[in-house]
């Protein structure tokens, strides 16, 4: 199977700054990535589809790049609301599987 | 506004069947457009994805799961399902519904979850 293995595992930014996270797979899932934001309490919501189009209602400051086995998910200015885990997940191939998540940590 | 609502026991013991549903509303679970799937979260946060049944019963399938594992669909009742046999600690999890957009791409809908616990 696809191993996903996204970094750092903990991340803490200050609001108004930007953060960058990273997802790299064992090998090419070309750009079949999607990204999924998890608040505490809540079950996780799809931000970005297909590596770098974001989904419905997602702000602007979010965005989503990379193909192959590099991908990165940017917030261009942190906002308080934005603490939550960050998981990449591929669908290029059976089983689907998920990075172990960034946990994004608000200074 | 689609919504799904998982459904089921929340405590099993080892060698037991879990059986959960999944209660699809505001969409057509009939659509080609998706797959109706599981995916559960262990307590370590980590997510794992079990498999996914579209409306004709295709399925796709965890391969780490297969031979416990069984998924169906009920088209008139709107609802999915899944069977896990053999249970054990390690199957202790938040089990979620969630529906794959096969041409957009990406879990869109989630249901809010249902915590499973196997324990003796």
């Known amino acids: 199977e696809i191993v996903m293995t996204q970094s750092p595992d903990t991340l803490s930014v200050s609001p108004g700054e930007r953060a960058t996270l990273s997802c790299r797979a064992s090998?090419?899932?070309?750009?079949?990535l999607d990204w999924y934001q998890q608040k505490p309490g809540q079950a996780p919501r799809l931000l970005v589809s297909?590596?770098?189009t974001r989904a419905t209602g997602v702000p602007a400051r979010f965005s989503a790049s990379g193909s192959g086995t590099e991908f990165t998910l940017t917030i261009s200015s942190l906002q308080p609301e934005d603490l939550a885990v960050y998981y990449c997940?591929?669908?290029?191939?059976?089983?689907?599987?998920f990075g172990q998540g960034t946990t994004l940590e608000i200074k | 506004q689609v919504q799904l609502r998982e459904s089921g026991p929340g405590l099993l013991k080892p060698s037991q069947t879990l059986s959960l549903t999944c209660s699809v509303s505001?969409?057509?679970?009939?659509?080609?457009?998706?797959?109706w799937s599981w995916i559960r979260q262990y307590p370590g946060k980590g997510l794992e994805w079990i498999g996914s049944?579209?409306?004709?019963?295709?399925?796709h399938q965890n391969p780490s799961l297969q031979s416990r594992l069984f998924l169906a669909i009920d088209t008139s009742k709107g609802q999915f399902s899944l069977r896990l046999s053999s249970v054990i600690a390690a199957d202790t999890a938040v089990y979620y519904c969630?529906?794959?957009?096969?041409?957009?791409?990406?879990?869109?809908?989630w249901g809010q979850g249902t915590v499973v616990t196997v324990s003796s």
């Open positions: 969630a529906r794959d957009d096969t041409f957009l791409r990406g879990f869109d809908v």
């Open positions: 505001g969409a057509l679970i009939t659509s080609d457009a998706y797959y």
């Open positions: 049944i579209d409306h004709r019963g295709n399925i």
């Open positions: 090998q090419s899932v070309n750009s079949h």
């Open positions: 297909r590596a770098s």
């Open positions: 997940q591929q669908y290029t191939a059976f089983p689907f599987t």
